[in-house]
């Protein structure tokens, strides 16, 4: 089966522009969060679905939105684009009623 | 609020040379301390999930053990295959949803 894919892979943005980022998660799976990581530091939570419905929102402004559609794809959007928005975006899926998180590749995100 | 303390932030072994990683953490009603394997520009790749005080799981050089307020991962004769980012997460609380709280991670080199 078919892992977590994300697209694109890598993207260049420059400050004050909005950017989509994909994610499909594992077939079967219901839940998907999604995750930044700074360089050299931990993934940090930024929002978690379930069956299109947000279900948890970490500590970070409204610039960052996103929404789960009926296939359980799920999109990232962040406008209004900052330097310090530069890092590696990643998804995870997670089937209904279990626990483990399998996570994606991730995209990696450099606003200049 | 929940945290994660894993050290050291970097351990290099000769291949063969056993060592423990560590990850101290304090949460309100733990539900499940999640161990994650990163390759470098990669996404988090699932180890173990452990869920209470003395329980332990092996997987060929790596066993994860849990206490009350720590989990140790335990790496047998290495090889330089294992060099990567080795991070910890907790999963906590009714409300957290399937939120993970990452460690800032302890990356591993072991050297043939």
């Known amino acids: 089966d078919a892992g977590v894919t994300q697209s694109p892979t890598h993207l260049i943005k420059t400050r004050g522009q909005h950017v989509t980022l994909r994610c499909s998660p594992i077939s079967g799976h219901k839940s998907v969060s999604w995750y930044q990581q700074v360089l050299g530091q931990g993934p940090q939570f930024i929002f978690q679905y379930y069956e299109k419905e947000e279900r948890g929102r970490g500590n970070f402004p409204d610039r960052f939105s996103a929404r789960q559609f009926p296939n359980y794809s799920s999109e990232l959007n962040v406008n209004a684009l900052l330097l310090g928005d530069s890092a590696l975006y990643l998804c995870a899926s997670r089937r209904g009623g279990g626990v483990v998180q399998y996570f994606g590749p991730g995209t990696r995100l450099t606003v200049l | 609020e929940d945290q994660v303390t894993q050290s050291p932030e970097a351990l290099r072994l000769q291949e063969g040379e056993s060592s423990s990683l560590n990850c101290s953490y304090t949460v309100s009603g733990l539900r499940g301390l999640f161990w994650y394997r990163q390759d470098p520009g990669k996404g988090p790749e699932f180890l173990f999930t452990l869920y209470s005080a003395g329980e332990e799981k092996e997987k060929e050089r790596l066993k994860a053990t849990l206490t009350k307020k720590e989990s140790f991962l335990h790496i047998t004769a290495p090889k330089p295959e294992d060099s990567a980012t080795y991070l910890c997460?907790?999963?906590?609380?009714?409300?957290?949803?399937?939120?993970?709280?990452f460690g800032e991670g302890t990356q591993l080199t072991v050297n043939p």
């Open positions: 997460a907790v999963q906590a609380g009714e409300t957290s949803g399937s939120r993970l709280t």
